[in-house]
């Protein structure tokens, strides 16, 4: 089985609120359809959530009434940018079945606290796609936060053990440097944890990129660790998602796990 991350920035414009990048997801839909392999797929919020979040301050907890108003916004938001997922999968002949978080899962001040699989495992057994996505939701000691896709992939690799996880992003893999700002920027083919490791410690290089590359590198690292192998992918050039989930060598940062 694959564990699959469309990140937000792939599937939505992140610019603008409410976004769909329906072309996109058409087409990643139509590679996966082709790829006819067992997966578990998690999405980004994009710009059905993030922009909503930061308006309201969800992240940090619940303090006042009004923040109320934003969890149900941005819950209805994710809902709604899952249904738009689950449409695109079902068009390509893919059947799907959306898990929101919120309904599965608590954290407690940011890690999870409970999560229960057993629904996660039944769909699987039937042969229904489980998609989940980054929510707002129940935090114990917060009252409520956010549970973003790399979270729920860290969780679900943890649990199920996956052949591999493939993030799917707007980026070709890793760089060591941002290759936006540094034209000296070298491409990533291959790394592992000790390399990645020493990459951020000396060269500073991914607080640079966004924080959002910093955030994934320690998910990676952690999902490393317990032996599997992650590969780092550009959702926006055709067919690199397809040649990635049939195993064929195409443009990806490949971070291999490593249990020592
Ligand atoms: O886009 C964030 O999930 P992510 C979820 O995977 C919300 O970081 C609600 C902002």
Redesign the pocket.
Known sequence: MILL?F??SVITDKTTECCFKQPTVDQLAKELFQAQKSFIL?????S???I???KYH??NGYSTKSQLKGFSL??M??QKLNSMVLNTLYDHGIPAVGLPPHAMMILDNHQPLQFNTTIIDNYLDLGLTPVT????ILDKSQGFS???????IEILAKQYHPDKVIFVMDEDGLFTANPKLNPDAKFITETTIKELSSLQTTANTYADVTK?MQGKVETIKRIAAHGIDTYLVNGNIHNRLFHTLIDKETKYTHIFGDTI
């Open positions: 991350k990140g937000g998690v999405h980004g919020a994009g059905f959530g993030h909503q979040a930061k969800l992240n941005t819950h938001m994710v996505y980054g929510d707002v956010i549970c973003s896709g790399d979270l729920l959002g």
